[in-house]
């Protein structure tokens, strides 16, 4: 049965969607005395095994008139998760669409078509994972889009006859069955267009230019002022603001080159400021060595440095994120108290509390033989890269001797704890380690696609690099940071039983057959819940013999089986994983490839929750 929790909040739902006088339509059923799943409310479908789970609210065409209330549906727990489709399209449901709809966090379709919902789309559109088919067509929203064009799943979009403005997003298209943007106000180049799409998609946005709009872009933006026969050039108020904004900006760059040119010319006169900041770091490593057991993460460093070094370096901190993470200098960091909690091959990590509260993880990489300007290239471009479940460097710091990373600290730790934590395992379900999965490919898809022209790939891609942030999503850590060096290819080698793989750098055309080979096993580890190196057995090893020896259903893991998880799809994905740490490199598939099938593989899964009567 569904909870009464659920039940209220369902009718809660009706009452405001219902109109002004909050009298839902008797004939819908929805009422405390009845059950949504066995009494059958109108519109509501539960999922055909699970009968206290509500997947479905189709109240299409139901002379609703009222306000969406998302939160009544969304911030109850239950059904927030549960919930797959919500259809409200032909009603006169007016008001905004909510910001909590996000927490409706496995949302597959959200179609709001022909109602009279104005105001701005909210930017938690973007964080619905799982949605594939969005309508918000003929209504009156305004506005930007939110950032919905790396949601790689959506495969509908109909956003026609809005008040929408701004640039339309570099959707990529060729994964979309419908698009429809037309008759809006929308300005600038539209995607690229594949196939399937044509002018009608985008028609009537004035402002809308490219070749299949027979609009050059370059023209339009230097359009002629007819009215008055003269070839001057058309000013808009936006542009006079943007331009004002670039000479602004233009003023701030000089000031901090001035500055900077002022600093170096002190530092000069006190030597070389890389020294010193490795000295000050000297510092921080002795204080950590007396103290530390990293393993254990036990140890507590506190380090500070004078004001004339604090002054001297906080130039040389990049700030990455726009804006600053409150106030963040590199003075802080120096005087916040650091616990070192890791010291691998490639660096060693602290734990970072500022004095305003900020918690950060900070990386500290030694001797990295990369120009400070090529490191700082890199980091740039994967930041601006800008995946969702990617979370960049907020800032760093390089020198000869040292680079310093900056990243958020998220509490919920990795997946690696998660997964092989003593507590956590057990809520560990079939359905979430698969939407794991599916995010990770498809955010690593998403950087192995936007960073292959630079040869930018992870590099070192493990469980333990895939961190949980507060809404426990997972999210790719050091992206970038490794260059993969001969041990590590050795010991892949060793792993594999091949023995031709050259050196590999997270920047070489192998460094991305490399991330899918540490994304194969994750896999792996997600389907067995085995730890990748277990008393000195090689988890790919033992599941490639265990799969030779056709006993396949011995390798999942055991929660997995009693929790009653498909077979089938366990197979299909271990199949995925398999192909992953294939031994030849060019034998296994592309981030792309990978996080489609994992997509066909969660599609069939949400199908066969939401049974379809
Ligand atoms: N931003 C972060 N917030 C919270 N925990 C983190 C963060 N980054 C890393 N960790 C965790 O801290 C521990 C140490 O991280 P570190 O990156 O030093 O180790 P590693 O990933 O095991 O090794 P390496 O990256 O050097 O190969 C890991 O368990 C990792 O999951």
Redo the contacts with the bound molecule.
Sequence with gaps: KVGEEVKSSLINFLAKLSGTNGQPDPSFGWNNATDPCQDKWKGVTCDSQNRSLVRRIYLNQSSLAGVFDAASLCNVPPLGKSLLFIKLDQNSIGGQLPAAISNCRNLIRLLLGQNQFHGNLPDSLAMLKNLKRLDISYNEFSGNLPNLSQKSGLTTFLAQHNELTGEILNFDLSHFEKFNVSFNDFTGPIPVVTGQFDESSFMDNPGLCGPLLKRDCYIQENSTNVEDGKKSKVVSKDEILMYSGYSLLGLVVICVIIYKLVKRNKREEKGDSDDKVASVDDGIEKHSAVSSD?NT?ASRSDFSVNSTESAMVSTSLVILTSPVPNGLRFEDLLRAPAEL?????????Y?VICENGM???V?RIKDWAITSSDFKQRMEKIYQANHPNV?PALAFYSSRQEKLLV???????????FLHGTQSRRAFDWMSRLSVAASIAEALAFMHQVLHPDGIAHG?L??????LNKHMEPCI??YG??VVDDQDCSSLVNVNGFKSMQKTEASSPNAFKLDVYGFGVILLELLTGKLVQNNGIDLTKWVHSVVREEWTVEVFDKALISEGASEERMVNLLQIAIKCVNNTPDARPTMNQIALMINTIKEEEERSAAYEP
Excluded: C, D, P, T
């Design positions: 990293h993460g909690i890791g010291r691998g091959k490639h660096g060693s990590l734990k918690v950060l993880a990386k979370s990243y958020e600290y998220q509490q919920n730790g990795s997946l690696s704890r070192n493990k469980s333990s690099n895939i961190l850590s050091e940071l490794m």
